[in-house]
């Protein structure tokens, strides 16, 4: 939502700003400028990322406006959760959690969550981890090192759009300046004729290097720094489950186990001591 309005603002300034000098907008109106340049920066990305980055460039600008999901609310429902199923765990033993964790989707415990279940990477970080405890021969420490080295790759892959999207935004200023250079080109070839059509040309041309610096800096760069947060936050939430799952499995409490995630959620998000407890005990909202 902040997205959308931060955009609003920067072509409002823009404009606004531009109006206030008694500028024409019709002079900004240039559709073959905008063709030369997003035709190209749609090009380059294109020639260098595959099908699959472009895909996922369009869902991470769909998820930056919709807004993070990492809300208290939605870590306050990830604490019952856990809660409920560490509990679970402890009364009946880890064994029983095998069908739940080999079909999330199915799971009584899981599907009391929809908003966790959709978030597929978490569910399956969730259920791999409680999996690979349950199989056992395998220590604490090297299920906390696969847990962290699952984190890392999916960081990494989750980060590809966000480098292919900002090589785009730097190089618009670059492709702003060729369509400039051919607006200059076109100019030329009208020297000798009236002054007010030369200026025409040369207006026209200078709009496509004002064009590529404003989508660089004014909508495709700060696109790609809010994706990259986004994806931090998924992280962090990620870092959270595997704070609880690993106090769990190395014998706390359930309380006390969504305890440890609790204290990994981010300040401006984390629930109260209170909270957390209310809901977990069944006296509060998710």
Not at 141 to 163: I, T
């Amino acid at each position: 939502m902040f997205a959308i309005i931060g955009i609003v603002v920067v072509i409002g300034a823009v404009i606004g700003g531009y109006l206030m000098e008694h500028g024409h907008l019709e002079v900004l109106l240039q559709p073959a400028e905008l063709v030369i340049i997003g035709g190209a920066a749609i090009g380059t990305l294109l020639i260098a990322n595959p099908i699959s980055t472009v895909i996922a460039i369009i869902h991470g600008l769909l998820g930056v406006l919709k807004g993070s999901a990492y809300t208290k609310k939605f870590y306050l429902e990830a604490l019952k959760m856990l809660n409920e199923i560490f509990a679970y765990a402890r009364k009946n033993g880890m064994n029983k959690l095998e069908a739940d964790v080999d079909d999330p989707a199915k799971s009584a415990l899981f599907s009391k969550y929809p908003g966790l279940v959709k978030n597929h990477h978490a569910l399956h970080f969730v259920c791999d981890s409680l999996r690979t405890a349950i199989s056992g021969g395998v220590s604490h420490f090297e299920l906390d090192q696969v847990m962290e080295s699952d984190m890392e790759v999916h960081h990494h892959e989750a980060n590809e759009p966000v480098h292919a999207l900002q090589q785009v935004s730097d190089a618009l200023p670059g492709l702003g300046i060729v369509a400039a250079v051919l607006g200059v080109v076109i100019t030329m070839g009208s020297i000798g004729g009236p002054p007010a059509e030369i200026g025409h040309k040369v207006g026209a041309a200078l709009v496509g290097t004002f064009l590529g610096i404003l989508l660089c800096y004014g909508f495709l760069g700060p696109l790609a720094t809010n994706m990259q947060k986004l994806n931090d936050a998924e992280l962090e939430f990620l870092k959270f489950l595997r704070a609880g799952v690993m106090a769990f499995i190395k014998g706390a409490a359930p309380i006390l186990a969504v305890e440890f995630a609790r204290r990994q959620i981010p300040g401006h998000v984390r629930p109260s001591f209170k909270e957390m407890e209310g809901v977990c005990r069944g006296g509060g909202d998710k």
